[in-house]
């Protein structure tokens, strides 16, 4: 696999966090346009597989496709950039700032919404017919899930979105972990097989991911969910935002950086 050694790859997820601070604003957009696209079609075609064949299994382990897909192509997801861009302000890299960081995350969310948009847009398109006949088996299933995790979790109240933000916690520790997984060796196969697992498990597991949210609660109220666009953003966009930019940097990018940066540069001052 190449592999890196760990003080090796923290280092390369530092220096990715500071050129994502640093880009520009168009570059910065159609990149997370992209990837907020592929994503909605992985998303699509692991729920047309898991419907047809009636394993979700299945569907869970081919959804990583498209998460290689996109981070091979270099684009980005908000789910990775909220794990790599505060690493660089704590490293103290030239020229980051919380503002430069913030305005990365709102454009990359402004390009990752819209890239899930086009693609759920596109979608309903194809399974109607042009909005001719009734979605399908499949467009039925997205209606579902997006009612279900929606009004779904607000019928607990406060133990409802406090159950979203955790799926969001776990969602992004194990997302995160593919994002690495991708740095983590100089090879294509062991940067495909070290993203695999994780995402994989994040998807069977049905934790909370924003991107793939995206996707899924616009294409399913375009197919009939019976949820409106505040049940989407109050319970479910905003509680999942939230946990994936906790869980992502306090069990991934933090645990990473201090005992491996940080430990490396100590011994270096003693």
Not at 123 to 149: H, L
Not at 206 to 218: D, K
């Amino acid at each position: 696999m190449s592999y890196l050694v760990p003080s090796e790859f923290v280092t390369k997820m530092v220096d990715a966090g500071e050129s994502k601070v640093h880009m520009s604003t168009r570059d910065t957009l159609i990149r997370s346009y992209m990837a907020g696209a592929i994503l909605a079609l992985a998303a699509v075609f692991a729920i047309t597989v898991a419907v047809k064949t009636g394993v979700f299994l299945i569907g869970a382990i081919l959804f990583p496709v498209g998460f290689c897909m996109l981070y091979l192509m270099g684009f980005d997801l908000l789910t990775g950039v909220f794990v790599l861009t505060p690493l660089a302000l704590l490293d103290k890299r030239p020229g980051v700032t919380l503002k430069g960081i913030l305005r990365n995350w709102g454009l990359v969310f402004t390009g990752n919404f819209a890239g899930a948009l086009t693609v759920s847009i596109m979608m309903a398109f194809v399974f109607t017919y042009g909005f001719n006949v009734d979605p399908g088996a499949v467009g039925q299933k997205i209606a579902s899930v997006g009612e279900a995790r929606t009004v779904g979790y607000a019928q607990y109240g406060l133990g409802g979105w406090i159950t979203i933000f955790i799926r969001g916690m776990l969602c992004n520790w194990m997302v995160s972990m593919g994002v690495v997984g991708a740095m983590i060796s100089t090879s294509v196969s062991g940067k495909v097989i070290a993203m695999w697992m994780p995402i994989m498990l994040f998807f069977f597991m049905g934790f909370e991911h924003s991107v793939v949210n995206m996707f899924l609660f616009p294409s399913g109220m375009i197919m009939g969910g019976d949820f409106s666009i505040a049940d989407y953003f109050l319970w479910n966009e905003i509680p999942t935002v939230l946990g994936n930019l906790v869980g992502g940097l306090a069990f991934t990018g933090l645990t990473l950086y201090t005992t491996h940066i940080k430990t490396v540069k100590s011994r270096a001052i003693a």
